[in-house]
């Protein structure tokens, strides 16, 4: 059976920190990523995306402020994001990609920025 299982999220100031990690289990992923999902929106939007090798790619909104890191022993993505802002408010979801097949989602964590 494969989870994605998501911490980290909570509440913070503008311009703080949140740090989120995403346990992966039941499979191993070529491509990890994290979306978000604001409120009253229906879509959710890329954050970042990395490959097994490292390779990071990023929303423009994030460019500069997060960073996505994977630990392939641990089966674990994590997102570290600084200078947080009001409009970062979303619920965060970890996904795995196989790249072929269905994606894998976890449940997803809130994350609150109050300015």
């Known amino acids: 059976q494969v989870q994605l299982v998501e911490s980290g999220g909570g509440l913070v100031q503008a311009g703080g920190s949140l740090r989120l990690a995403c346990a992966a289990s039941?499979?191993?992923?070529?491509?990890m990523g994290w979306f978000r999902q604001a409120p009253g929106k229906q879509q959710r939007e890329l954050v970042a995306?990395?490959?097994?090798?490292?390779?990071?790619n990023y929303a423009d909104s994030v460019k500069g402020r997060f960073t996505i890191s994977r630990d392939n022993a641990k089966n674990t993505v994590y997102l570290q994001m600084n200078s947080l802002k009001p409009e970062d408010t979303a619920v965060y979801y970890c996904?795995?990609?196989?790249?072929?097949?269905?994606?894998?989602w976890g449940q997803g964590t809130q994350v609150t920025v109050s300015s």
């Open positions: 996904n795995g990609n196989l790249l072929v097949g269905p994606l894998y």
């Open positions: 995306v990395i490959g097994r090798g490292g390779s990071a």
């Open positions: 039941g499979k191993s992923f070529p491509v």
